[in-house]
Nanobody, 122 residues
């Protein structure tokens, strides 16, 4: 089992920045791919980014490419999502997840946090 706890969400004005954290405990976090997803009411969970276990490979959704940066510190069992140039359309609940496959597909991830809300005002 892996337990994930997100933090760092909040209210920010358009153009601002936030850094989300994902603290992991349980089985060796460093062995897993880490993904970030987001969800708004009435919509399916949307892929944001993933990072491989070593941090050597990252992948982003087109909507966030160039604005968001995913990273991880395996020594601290923590992953991060740095979000810059935030826009109102980035408003969502953000979830971190871990799995064994580097993929954009949410159903391939095994463990999920409870989510942290990000609200971007115009």
């Amino acid at each position: 089992q892996v337990q994930l706890v997100e933090s760092g969400g909040g209210l920010v004005q358009a153009g601002g920045s936030l850094r989300l954290s994902c603290a992991a405990s349980g089985r060796a976090f460093r062995r897993y791919v880490m993904g970030w997803f987001r969800q708004t009411p009435g919509k399916e969970r949307e892929f944001v980014a993933y990072i491989t276990w070593s941090g050597g490979s990252t992948y982003y959704a087109e909507a966030v490419k160039g604005r968001f940066t995913i990273s991880r510190d395996n020594a601290k069992n923590t992953g991060y999502l740095q979000m810059n140039s935030l826009q109102p359309e980035d408003t969502a609940v953000y979830y971190c997840s871990t799995g064994t496959i580097a993929t954009m597909t949410s159903t391939e991830y095994d463990y999920w946090g409870q989510g942290t809300r990000v609200t971007v005002s115009s």
